[in-house]
């Protein structure tokens, strides 16, 4: 699905290679049919499928960790970034949420809606016990 999605929100045109191995009956749908359904799905969005923003988009996205990380590193903490994540302390948790959202508002132009800033999600860890994640 993650490909179904990054395929025409990075395509410059509506011409879309089938990815090597794809196998429509592992699926149930064409490669076709696919695409078509997760553009139609993402209707509110569909406008900048095959207009090529993925770099755009990834670039921004970028700039957005850019300013979590330096944010930590301005007061000496540790802020790990892990592809669209970062890690800190479990102290720094509403810090780091806080840096977020105001690294979104200050690269994007706007705040996001929503959530709140203070929204955490709680999930398994890997070893059993529980994760705060901030949204």
């Not at 490669?31 to 921004?60: N, P």
Request: glycine share 10%; with cysteine; aromatic share 8%.
């Amino acid at each position: 699905m993650k490909w179904a999605f990054n395929a025409p929100i990075n395509a410059k045109s509506k011409r879309i290679a089938e990815p090597e191995g794809y196998d429509p009956d592992e699926v149930g749908l064409t490669h076709k049919a696919l695409r078509d359904h997760v553009c139609q799905y993402h209707g509110r969005i569909s406008k900048y499928f095959c207009a090529g923003v993925g770099l755009e988009l990834q670039y921004t996205d970028s700039c957005i960790a850019e300013r979590v990380v330096g944010h930590f590193a301005d007061r000496g903490l540790v802020c790990l970034p892990i592809h669209d994540s970062f890690i800190v302390q479990e102290r720094h948790k509403e810090q780091l949420i806080r840096a977020m959202f105001l690294a979104y508002a200050d690269i994007v132009g706007r705040e996001l809606k929503g959530d709140k800033p203070n929204s955490l999600i709680r999930i398994k860890g890997p070893k059993g016990g529980d994760i705060n994640v901030g949204i």
